[in-house]
């Protein structure tokens, strides 16, 4: 009888879902035709656009644009996008919006040659072109022939696309009066999809380059699949390829932008051309940047595009949204209320685009309702589970407090008037060398997730560290138990005393929320999460974590090798952290040198890992220095 009565509860629930979004679609027909154009650029190219547009003349309407690779099909003037009636875009839809979605220059329909983060040129004369420019081409068509076009225009898009509203916002016309770049593409080489502090994400770059980057010889309305991986295990498959080199063999030398990453190991002037916070300055419109604190992908560009919008276009109206969402999780993937086996108890993707996205759209597009319910900085924090709301982010109310890193694995958190954990050891060392040690061994690096898989998981951000905690090659550290609430707002930073064996290393730091033994979440205030009865006793919820190569410890354009046994700081920043370590948790701090495959194995030795043989990986003892001389510490952004 139960199996039935489930049974009974997923028709109905399917039927609903599938007879509103049968009821939406039949509308958006009703009351929106379809146009397809070939958008003339300056250059004489021309960028396929699909139109959708309301069929009522008698008022005027305004525009969305969203710039994308990822295809604006499906092509034909009779066949919609189903994202327009079966996701949140509907509700602009209702408000009479046209949507324009246009295939960039070089994808899919439209001419012309694609090129990867196509650096922005300030100082473009005649013809000459970037992704601003062709922004502003398509605008200019767009309000001068347009049928009942308001003559104001608004562009969004999430990763990819995220970076076109950033260059969007560069183009400087007059009509576009609001943008918002969603898990922007903004730093390949600092920490966005490709690279964290100079590592190469292995698995992101080689899945995504082996299939996206090849070239298209002519305009096609078709994807291009890329390279099957022979095997359900990709951490086998990773290992077993090797060195760099051996993936740029499987690459071929047909995807341009594999080659150039391969030829630019360092972050020199052509990664600097595409670093889009080197440009943002005088940006007219109201900009909306909005990120997830879970992002596997661009939570990096997120955080920091804001804060180079904020320091260098001073006069933009700036705001920032950080939700607790995979990449792209607020725009209709998932609503929001979990990750993984992580509850957050609130639909916050909902929240996010019935109250903000849409008033913001609606206010500078239509000039209707306001903004003054936006914040400055809208910051969903995990643990406590609450939107918070800041004028400034990172905020002011700030206290910086050193967790230092201490002899058998604990943590001492200073600057406090009281301890905020059970007492434990609080000396940092003596004038004696006081270290913990591992030796990290590139043939049997410390996995990123538990899980066998094909893909890179999006859980992984918030999963259970335990399986990292119980190799010899992870050292962890961590607290007493809290005795009071202890919220976390804005960047962490590593500060290591490290020496180790060999030329080069990486540094992985994750913060991690220890769960009490006894802890279950209540279904009731929690809801199912994804349904699964994952032991949460003891949990050890990865929050943030990030990696750095060690050769890039001083800077990211001269790369200097370690001298074996020599003690050597290793400070890196991590990205922004809004999360609450409930009273009766644990904060735990977990270092290794290896993630993989999530990132590229280093060889620990100091030579160019994107060419170098399978011979030169070797092991190296690494040790982490906490002693009075040499004290490592993890600096906490602690919201008073």
Same mark, same amino acid.
């Given at each position: 009888?139960?199996?039935?009565?489930?049974?009974?509860?997923?028709?109905?629930?399917?039927?609903?879902?599938?007879?509103?979004?049968?009821?939406?679609?039949?509308?958006?027909?009703?009351?929106?035709?379809?146009?397809?154009?070939?958008?003339?650029?300056?250059?004489?190219?021309?960028?396929?656009?699909?139109?959708?547009?309301?069929?009522?003349?008698?008022?005027?309407?305004?525009?969305?644009?969203?710039?994308?690779?990822?295809?604006?099909?499906?092509?034909?003037?009779?066949?919609?996008?189903?994202?327009?009636?079966?996701?949140?875009?509907?509700?602009?839809?209702?408000?009479?919006?046209?949507?324009?979605?246009?295939?960039?220059?070089?994808?899919?329909?439209?001419?012309?040659?694609?090129?990867?983060?196509?650096?922005?040129?300030?100082?473009?004369?005649?013809?000459?072109?970037?992704?601003?420019?062709?922004?502003?081409? $398509?605008?200019?068509?767009?309000? %001068?022939?347009? @049928? #009942?076009?308001?003559?104001?225009? +608004?562009? &969004?898009?999430?990763?990819?696309?995220?970076?076109?509203?950033?260059?969007?916002?560069?183009?400087?016309?007059?009509?576009?009066?609001?943008?918002?770049?969603?898990?922007?593409?903004?730093?390949?080489?600092?920490?966005?999809?490709?690279?964290?502090?100079?590592?190469?994400?292995?698995?992101?770059?080689?899945?995504?380059?082996?299939?996206?980057?090849?070239?298209?010889?002519?305009?096609?309305?078709?994807?291009?699949?890329?390279?099957?991986?022979?095997?359900?295990?990709?951490?086998?498959?990773?290992?077993?390829?090797?060195?760099?080199?051996?993936?740029?063999?499987?690459?071929?030398?047909?995807?341009?932008?594999?080659?150039?990453?391969?030829?630019?190991?360092?972050?020199?002037?052509?990664?600097?051309?595409?670093? $889009?916070?080197?440009?943002?300055? %005088?940006?007219? @419109? #109201?900009?909306?940047?909005?990120? +997830?604190? &879970?992002?596997?992908?661009?939570?990096?560009?997120?955080?920091?595009?804001?804060?180079?919008?904020?320091?260098?276009?001073?006069?933009?109206?700036?705001?920032?949204?950080?939700?607790?969402?995979?990449?792209?999780?607020?725009?209709?993937?998932?609503?929001?209320?979990?990750?993984?086996?992580?509850?957050?108890?609130?639909?916050?993707?909902?929240?996010?685009?019935?109250?903000?996205?849409?008033?913001?759209?609606?206010?500078?597009?239509?000039?209707?309702?306001?903004?003054?319910?936006?914040?400055?900085?809208?910051?969903?924090?995990?643990?406590?589970?609450?939107?918070?709301?800041?004028?400034?982010?990172?905020?002011?109310?700030?206290?910086?407090?050193?967790?230092?890193?201490?002899?058998?694995?604990?943590?001492?958190?200073?600057?406090?008037?009281?301890?905020?954990?059970? @007492?434990?050891?609080?000396?940092?060392?003596?004038?004696?060398?006081?270290?913990?040690?591992?030796?990290?061994?590139?043939?049997?690096?410390?996995?990123?997730?538990?899980?066998?898989?094909?893909?890179?998981?999006?859980?992984?951000?918030?999963?259970?560290?335990?399986?990292?905690?119980?190799?010899?090659?992870?050292?962890?550290?961590?607290?007493?138990?809290?005795?009071?609430?202890?919220?976390?707002?804005?960047?962490?930073?590593?500060?290591?005393?490290?020496?180790?064996?060999?030329?080069?290393?990486?540094?992985?730091?994750?913060?991690?929320?220890?769960?009490?033994?006894?802890?279950?979440?209540?279904?009731?205030?929690?809801?199912?999460?994804?349904?699964?009865?994952?032991?949460?006793?003891?949990?050890?919820?990865?929050?943030?974590?990030?990696?750095?190569?060690?050769?890039?410890?001083?800077?990211?354009?001269?790369?200097?090798?370690?001298?074996?046994?020599?003690?050597?700081?290793?400070?890196?920043?991590?990205?922004?952290?809004?999360?609450?370590?409930?009273?009766?948790?644990?904060?735990?701090?977990?270092?290794?040198?290896?993630?993989?495959?999530?990132?590229?194995?280093?060889?620990?030795?100091?030579?160019?890992?994107?060419?170098?043989?399978?011979?030169?990986?070797?092991?190296?003892?690494?040790?982490?220095?906490?002693?009075?001389?040499?004290?490592?510490?993890?600096?906490?952004?602690?919201?008073?």
């Amino acid at each position: 009888m139960k199996k039935y009565c489930c049974l009974l509860l997923f028709v109905i629930q399917f039927t609903t879902n599938s007879t509103a979004q049968n009821s939406d679609s039949l509308w958006v027909r009703e009351n929106y035709y379809k146009v397809e154009k070939m958008l003339p650029m300056r250059d004489g190219i021309s960028l396929f656009t699909a139109f959708y547009i309301p069929k009522d003349t008698t008022v005027k309407h305004p525009i969305l644009l969203n710039r994308t690779p990822y295809t604006c099909s499906p092509y034909g003037e009779d066949k919609f996008n189903p994202r327009i009636y079966e996701s949140y875009w509907i509700n602009y839809l209702r408000e009479g919006y046209i949507i324009a979605i246009q295939d960039v220059r070089g994808k899919f329909m439209s001419e012309g040659e694609f090129v990867d983060v196509r650096p922005f040129n300030p100082n473009k004369k005649g013809k000459e072109i970037d992704e601003a420019s062709d922004t502003y081409d $398509a605008i200019e068509w767009m309000v %001068n022939n347009l @049928p #009942a076009n308001n003559k104001r225009v +608004g562009c &969004f898009g999430i990763s990819y696309p995220g970076f076109y509203a950033t260059m969007a916002a560069l183009s400087g016309h007059p009509a576009l009066k609001a943008v918002s770049p969603q898990a922007p593409v903004t730093d390949w080489f600092q920490g966005d999809d490709f690279h964290h502090n100079g590592v190469f994400m292995l698995m992101d770059a080689f899945g995504f380059y082996s299939g996206f980057g090849l070239p298209r010889p002519k305009p096609t309305k078709d994807w291009t699949p890329g390279f099957r991986i022979p095997s359900q295990d990709n951490y086998d498959f990773y290992l077993k390829t090797g060195a760099l080199k051996n993936f740029s063999k499987i690459m071929g030398d047909s995807v341009a932008f594999w080659t150039d990453m391969m030829n630019h190991p360092d972050n020199d002037a052509w990664w600097q051309a595409r670093n $889009a916070r080197n440009f943002v300055t %005088n940006i007219k @419109p #109201a900009v909306l940047v909005v990120g +997830g604190t &879970f992002d596997a992908e661009d939570c990096f560009g997120a955080w920091n595009l804001y804060k180079a919008i904020e320091e260098k276009s001073k006069n933009t109206d700036n705001r920032l949204v950080m939700g607790p969402w995979f990449h792209g999780g607020w725009g209709g993937r998932s609503d929001g209320s979990y990750l993984g086996n992580v509850r957050f108890g609130k639909k916050t993707s909902e929240f996010y685009q019935r109250n903000i996205e849409f008033p913001f759209f609606n206010f500078y597009l239509k000039l209707r309702g306001t903004v003054h319910d936006i914040a400055e900085a809208n910051v969903f924090f995990t643990g406590e589970n609450e939107w918070r709301r800041f004028n400034e982010w990172p905020s002011k109310n700030i206290d910086y407090r050193h967790a230092f890193l201490l002899r058998d694995n604990m943590i001492g958190i200073m600057g406090d008037d009281k301890p905020i954990a059970e @007492p434990i050891q609080l000396k940092v060392g003596h004038n004696d060398q006081v270290y913990s040690e591992y030796i990290s061994d590139p043939a049997h690096p410390v996995p990123y997730t538990e899980d066998v898989g094909l893909g890179r998981t999006r859980e992984y951000m918030s999963d259970d560290q335990r399986f990292a905690s119980r190799r010899p090659d992870v050292l962890s550290f961590s607290t007493g138990i809290l005795k009071e609430d202890l919220t976390l707002a804005g960047p962490l930073v590593a500060d290591l005393m490290v020496s180790i064996s060999t030329t080069d290393a990486d540094f992985v730091v994750k913060l991690i929320d220890v769960f009490p033994d006894e802890f279950k979440y209540d279904e009731k205030e929690m809801g199912k999460g994804n349904g699964q009865a994952y032991p949460m006793g003891g949990y050890q919820m990865l929050v943030r974590g990030e990696i750095m190569r060690g050769r890039y410890r001083n800077s990211f354009e001269k790369p200097e090798a370690f001298t074996p046994g020599k003690i050597t700081q290793v400070k890196y920043t991590l990205p922004d952290v809004a999360h609450t370590f409930k009273k009766g948790h644990k904060l735990m701090i977990q270092i290794q040198s290896s993630w993989f495959p999530l990132a590229d194995r280093n060889p620990q030795k100091f030579v160019d890992i994107y060419k170098c043989d399978d011979s030169d990986f070797q092991k190296a003892t690494i040790k982490i220095y906490h002693d009075a001389i040499n004290a490592s510490k993890i600096i906490l952004p602690v919201l008073k």
